[in-house]
Nanobody, 121 residues
């Protein structure tokens, strides 16, 4: 089993910055892609950013130019650098990893526990 542990959330003022971290622990697997989602009260979960093993990154339009996703493959860790934060960014942020277990071809998705990001105006 793979466990994803998130950290880095908190309370910041509008215009501030935070960096979220997500580390996949376990053995016998390799990470193929990592993504960050967020969910605000009453809203559906939204894909914020993603990165694949080949390097391409994607972002939802509302965070382009402000957020940056990165991935340390050796550490099995993903990061989300969030700059120029806005109150609309307030949400619980979840990381997700798509992994292959050694000797298998089926991809499996795991989710982190979520970390709260609150941006005050």
């Amino acid at each position: 089993q793979v466990q994803l542990v998130e950290s880095g959330g908190g309370l910041v003022q509008s215009g501030g910055s935070l960096q979220l971290s997500c580390t996949a622990s376990g053995s016998g697997f390799r990470v193929d892609a990592m993504r960050w989602y967020r969910q605000a009260p009453g809203n559906e979960r939204e894909l914020v950013a993603g990165i694949s093993s080949s390097g391409p990154t994607t972002y939802t339009d509302s965070v382009k130019g402000r957020f940056a996703i990165s991935w340390d493959i050796v550490k099995n860790a993903a990061y989300l650098q969030m700059n120029t934060l806005k109150p609309g960014d307030t949400a619980v942020y979840f990381c997700s990893a798509e992994i292959f277990y050694v000797g298998q071809i089926q991809r499996v998705r795991y989710w982190g526990q979520g970390t709260q990001v609150t941006v005050s105006s």
